[in-house]
């Protein structure tokens, strides 16, 4: 009996193929793509299809692939085909949920910066922003788009000339060069499946079939919370909607709730951060509507 087992591609379906092919080839860089339509609609999109390929002059390729499930474009892929610019912002560890929201099937013309919860931060040469919060981000000219095929899940190369760097000082080292250590840069792997430069896998789950709330619909003190991290007001941003009132109170009358309310009689100051700091760790177990509605509980 042989050791491998072996496969012709033709024979495979699609999200056979896919899951394959992305899972063996890993891990893959990510790269965060900024375009801007012929109305300067910006659009941000994360491809794990990406690499740097040449140096001299200094290329970049991602690859907007067509939908497996029904063959459409993405906005992306339109975007440079109009205006021939975009820039790629590089993602690491403190963002990388804020990316996975990014990729939600937003409707033309909204702004995804706005809906991850990214900033915008104006070019030097190119039309299109880049994202603040990236470690590294390069202005790029798009100098062709390869089409390789015209059926579902076919990829399109897009080719990318680098025109400008931006580099954020607190990731270089005394000589100026860039510290990988202190970049923390994440990969792409098959599935649901990352990978952490400076630590280990980690799972992200999918952004919904339907696009999740976004950043900007979370209550205000959220966003302005000095415990919550953008990873956790990314996965925040990631569901269907907000919790109702009824749910809210009932969280309220929990009795998990009424006992940390106990603990802090005596610290009622320190009590908002004991519910932050619970609702983290909510997070980190993949219980997100039950973090959001221990979180609105102490507003009611």
Same mark, same amino acid.
């Given at each position: ?79 440079? $085909? ?59 000219? !798009?100098?062709?788009? !390869? ?100 749910? !809210? ?12 309310? $106990? ?14 700091? $619970? ?10 509507? !039950? ?10």
């Amino acid at each position: 009996m042989s050791e491998f087992l072996s496969l012709d591609p033709d024979t495979l379906s699609i999200r056979e193929r896919h899951g394959y092919l992305l899972t063996a080839v890993a891990p893959r860089p990510i790269a965060l793509a900024t375009t801007i339509d012929s109305e300067g609609n910006i659009n941000l999109s994360p491809f794990s299809f990406f690499n740097v390929f040449s140096s001299n002059p200094p290329i970049m390729i991602f690859s907007p692939a067509r939908r497996g499930k029904d063959n459409t474009t993405k906005h992306t892929l339109q975007n440079v $085909k109009d205006i021939a610019e975009c820039t790629i912002s590089i993602v690491n560890y403190p963002m990388v949920e804020q990316m996975s929201l990014s990729s939600s099937d937003y409707p033309k013309g909204v702004n995804e910066y706005t809906k991850a919860g990214f900033t915008e931060i104006a070019s030097d040469i190119v039309k299109t922003p880049r994202v603040a919060e990236s470690p590294v981000s390069f202005e790029c000219k !798009v100098q062709e788009v !390869v089409e390789l095929g015209d059926q579902g899940a076919a990829g399109n190369l897009v080719i990318c000339k680098v025109v400008k760097i931006h580099i954020k000082k607190e990731y270089l080292d005394e000589k100026q060069r860039l510290d990988t250590q202190k970049l923390d840069l994440v990969g792409r792997m098959g599935g649901i499946w990352y990978t952490r430069a400076n630590g280990d896998l980690f799972e992200i789950p999918k952004p919904l079939s339907t696009p999740g709330i976004g950043v900007d619909q979370l209550p205000k003190e959220l966003l302005e919370s000095h415990i919550l991290t953008a990873n956790d007001l990314g996965r925040l941003g990631n569901i269907e909607a907000l919790p109702t009132e009824e749910e !809210v109170f009932k969280m309220k009358s929990s009795n998990e709730y009424i006992s940390l309310k $106990k603990d802090y009689e005596s610290e009622p100051d320190k009590f908002q951060d004991a519910i932050y700091h $619970k609702a983290k760790d909510l997070l980190a177990a993949g219980k997100i509507e !039950v973090a959001l509605q221990l979180l609105m509980a102490i507003r009611y």
